[in-house]
């Protein structure tokens, strides 16, 4: 986490885990309320939370290495 509470520098595949289960626990929400706002099984999510990395993020991150790029995760703008 950035030292701004609203943004997350996402660091290998389990940074997104990271990133999500942080923004969930700002909000206040448990596995299932963000499981079911975002149209999936709770065990997913609870397996992306624990980093957990599918094979699609750990592609992602080797292409974004490669690159020499970072994935930001920050609160959208309303």
């Not at 975002?38 to 957990?52: F, Q």
Request: hydrophobic letters at 40%.
């Amino acid at each position: 986490m950035s030292a701004n509470r609203d943004e997350f520098v996402v660091v290998g595949p389990s940074g997104f885990g990271k990133a999500i289960r942080e923004f969930r626990h700002q909000r206040g929400l448990t596995q299932q309320q963000l499981a079911e706002l975002a149209d999936m099984h709770r065990s997913y999510l609870a397996r992306l939370e624990s980093g957990s990395a599918t094979e699609a993020l750990q592609q992602l991150n080797r292409a974004l290495a490669a690159l020499g790029l970072e994935v930001v995760v920050r609160i959208k703008d309303r």
